[in-house]
């Protein structure tokens, strides 16, 4: 009964150890689970931890890109507003030099109008003197003229009855060896060959248009009937005058003077110029109108006498005082020093008072403004002689 009861309290000593075992094994496996739980709960709070802090690192990282991309337009714009600004100062400092190059040639324009305003006004005032003198030559020279006619009528009418025979000796008869036949002869060569009288314009020797040509040498004229005169030149008198023209002129049996540079003195004292292709008979020949005999130069040239003239060149027609030198290509120079060229236009000598040189002006005028000046003064001129005609004559009138 012991033995069962020792081996009762045995196995019930052994249930309870193995219940505490087993309550130890639960207690331990739930333990465990806790553990476990906590564990897992851990890692996941950790997850979190690291999913938040990633989440928070790339919302930093986005917004620092939104911050780089705002920078970088921010400065994008910065340097677009620069070149902007660059861009309109650039325009600006263009626009200003352009305002300024335009200034300048306005300015540059304006100086240029005044300088032609001044030498016009500078030409204007030269035609009016150069005018002015031609209108006091010419009155001068009509003036003579008139007292020149006056003389010589009072000497003709002091003369005439005083004669033994009553009649009247033509100038151009001669006796030979003191003979007096009373009749008239044709005009003759003396005898030292120097001289020789051309028919004129008439064709017929003996009458009042009768040309004389004189030289230092003997002439012979030519087959043509024409003269020419040797390296000394020699004096050709007309009807309208007496010419000195240089060696190598050619007189033609009507008068027609041909001078060596190729300018042709007519009959009627009118000048033909070659113009500018040396040649007279075509287009650019010029003219001249004296107001009395011109004066034949040794280069061709022909200087105008104290009544002055007209020139007329393809360029217009000009009138001229006298002492003015024509070539024969139709420039004319005036005495001032300023040349008045074939086409119209006017050199100015300039401050040096030479053409040819740096300083020479330019003058193109718009039309034959010289010519219309001159021409009103001489209708004044004319008026003025016509005055001083009539006072003229009431004096002789009254002596």
């Given at each position: 009964m012991v033995a069962q009861v020792q081996a009762e309290q045995q196995t019930q000593h052994q249930v309870q150890m193995v219940a505490q075992v087993q309550a130890e094994q639960q207690i331990q496996h739930q333990v465990q689970m806790v553990a476990q739980v906590q564990a897992e709960q851990q890692t996941q709070h950790q997850a979190q931890m690291v999913a938040q802090v990633q989440a928070e690192q790339q919302i930093q990282h986005q917004v620092q890109m939104v911050a780089q991309v705002q920078a970088e337009q921010q400065t994008q714009h910065q340097a677009q507003m620069v070149a902007q600004v660059q861009a309109e100062q650039q325009i600006q400092h263009q626009a200003q030099m352009v305002a300024q190059v335009q200034a300048e040639q306005q300015t540059q324009h304006q100086a240029q109008m005044a300088a032609q305003v001044q030498v016009e006004q500078q030409t204007q005032h030269q035609v009016q003197m150069v005018a002015q003198v031609q209108v006091e030559q010419q009155t001068q020279h009509q003036y003579r003229w008139w007292l020149k006619f006056r003389r010589n009528n009072k000497s003709t009418s002091s003369t005439d009855g005083g004669s033994s025979s009553g009649g009247t000796t033509n100038p151009?008869?001669?006796?030979?060896?003191?003979?007096?036949?009373?009749?008239?002869?044709?005009?003759?060569?003396?005898?030292?060959?120097?001289?020789?009288?051309?028919?004129?314009?008439?064709?017929?020797?003996?009458?009042?248009?009768?040309?004389?040509?004189?030289?230092?040498?003997?002439?012979?004229?030519?087959?043509?009937?024409?003269?020419?005169?040797?390296?000394?030149?020699?004096?050709?008198?007309?009807?309208?005058?007496?010419?000195?023209?240089?060696?190598?002129?050619?007189?033609?049996?009507?008068?027609?003077?041909?001078?060596?540079?190729?300018?042709?003195?007519?009959?009627?004292?009118?000048?033909?110029?070659?113009?500018?292709?040396?040649?007279?008979?075509?287009?650019?020949?010029?003219?001249?109108?004296?107001?009395g005999p011109i004066i034949p130069g040794d280069n061709g040239s022909v200087t105008l006498p104290d009544g002055g003239g007209t020139v007329t060149t393809p360029g217009g027609t000009i009138n001229v005082p006298g002492g003015s030198v024509v070539d024969p290509d139709g420039t004319v120079h005036l005495p001032g020093g300023n040349v008045v060229n074939p086409d119209g236009t006017i050199t100015l000598p300039g401050q040096d008072g030479k053409t040819g040189t740096g300083d020479d002006g330019k003058v193109k005028p718009n039309g034959p403004s010289i010519s219309t000046q001159m021409e009103a003064l001489r209708s004044l001129a004319a008026v003025q002689f016509k005055r001083l005609e009539e006072r003229l004559m009431f004096q002789e009138e009254v002596s």
């Open positions: 151009t008869s001669s006796t030979d060896g003191g003979s007096s036949s009373g009749g008239t002869t044709n005009p003759t060569t003396p005898s030292d060959g120097k001289t020789v009288t051309l028919p004129g314009k008439d064709g017929k020797p003996g009458t009042d248009d009768d040309v004389t040509v004189t030289g230092d040498q003997p002439l012979t004229p030519g087959s043509d009937g024409s003269v020419t005169l040797p390296s000394d030149g020699g004096k050709v008198d007309r009807p309208d005058g007496s010419y000195n023209v240089p060696g190598g002129t050619i007189v033609d049996p009507d008068g027609t003077i041909h001078l060596p540079g190729g300018d042709i003195v007519n009959p009627d004292g009118t000048v033909t110029l070659p113009g500018q292709d040396g040649k007279t008979g075509t287009g650019d020949d010029g003219k001249v109108k004296p107001n």
